[in-house]
């Protein structure tokens, strides 16, 4: 029983884990576009 919630919660965390990662590249490549963007003027 407490295994099953173990392995639940960190099935969870992974999946958070994830999405969190993917947010941040996603910033880093929306700010290093911005930059090139505004360095090329």
Avoid at 4 to 15: F, G
Avoid at 16 to 36: P, R, W
Wanted: aromatic share 14%; proline share 0%.
């Amino acid at each position: 029983m407490i295994q099953e919630l173990i392995l639940r919660d960190r099935s969870i965390y992974k999946r958070v884990s994830h999405l969190f990662i993917l947010g941040i590249n996603k910033t880093i490549h929306f700010f290093v576009d911005k930059l090139y963007f505004l360095k090329n003027l």
